[in-house]
Structures are given as C-alpha cells and as structure tokens.
C-alpha cells in the first residue's frame, strides 16, 4: 500500500480540517494492492461529526472540487451494492474522486472502517487505508488473503444487471482468483462472464 496517490492524502487532510472523518477505502485500495492504478479513489465518510457542518457542507465540498467538476448524487446506491447517502463526485488537483456519506435513514454512521467494508458488494474490496495511522486495514476476509472471491452482502440489492457488467470488468481484471461463488450466482440468470475465459485460482 505504498503507491497511494499523494493527492489522496492531501485531501484526506483536507477533509479532516473540515470535520470530515474518511477513510480510503474500496476499489482504490484494491487496486494499489495489486499494483494497479485505480481509476478512482474512494473516500468513505465515518461517524456523525460530519453532521455538525452538514448547512454548508456542499459549499465545502464545491471548494474542494476542481472547476467544473463536482457532481453530486442524492441517496445513491454506489460501488456495487453499497447503499449510501449523498455522494460528492469531482476532481481534486486532477485525481478523481468519490467522498461517500452514509445513509441515515438505513444503517446509520459508519463508526470505523470495518463498518463501512462491511457495506461493500465482494471480499475483493474489503481493504481501506487509514491516514492517521499511515497503515492499510485488511479485513480478514478479503480475497488478497483467501484467494477466494465471495459475497459480503446480497448481490440482488441493486439489481443483476448492474452486478453482471460490474463482475464481468473484474474478472477480466482479477483472473487470478477463484470466482466460483460469483460465477454460481450469476449461472440461474444465463448470463455468464466466465464461459469464454480460464480463471486460474
């Protein structure tokens, strides 16, 4: 976890100065465990402080955007199956990234890390970076460890269509894991990313 993006922790800084605790977490920190460039970065919003500034937290979070690039999403469902609050989308410094807050009327806060991986769709993205300890949090689950790829929560949550070309790009990009929980979920629906391709576990 040494390749995190230095613009990444500058914003992380950035947002703690607001009153926003985050943590890296997700597809980004996957995919630097790979040694893979992640497209994206991930923040996931802990805690209720946040809730404090919550008047004109989108005036700080436009500040933070590079112009012309902040977007927000209102009670999205995100990365997978992850039901959250608001999301900002933008550009910081160029890096484009995701600040995702919770949603209050379901689980409530996300009190730490293990909290928010918990939300997430597969053991390939239960890994976060926590800034303040400089350290990477790899939930034991997690398919660097296992070599396995399983459900971490229901894969129906946001719908088969969405999960069928979301497994279908990572199994193109992460063959070298055993997919076969996955594969026998998406096997009932006759749509099957695995048929044309040898995955090596």
Known sequence: MTKIDPRARDLWHELHSMGVRTVLAGGACRDVYHGKVPKDYDFMVLGNDWMRHSLHLETLGRGLADPGTY????????????????????????????????????????????????????????????????????DPRFAGRTGKVTFISDPDRVGFDRTYKRFTRLVEKYPQYDWSEVQNYLDPHKQNPFVTKEVNV
């Open 71 to 138: 977007k927000e999403l209102i009670q999205a469902s995100y990365s997978g199956n992850l039901r959250c609050g608001d999301v900002w989308e933008f550009q910081y410094s160029g890096l484009q990234v995701n600040i995702i807050f919770p949603c209050l009327d379901g689980d409530g806060p996300w009190k730490d890390a293990q909290t928010a991986l918990d939300h997430f769709d597969t053991s390939l993205n239960v890994i976060a970076y926590d800034f303040i300890r400089e350290t990477p949090y790899i």
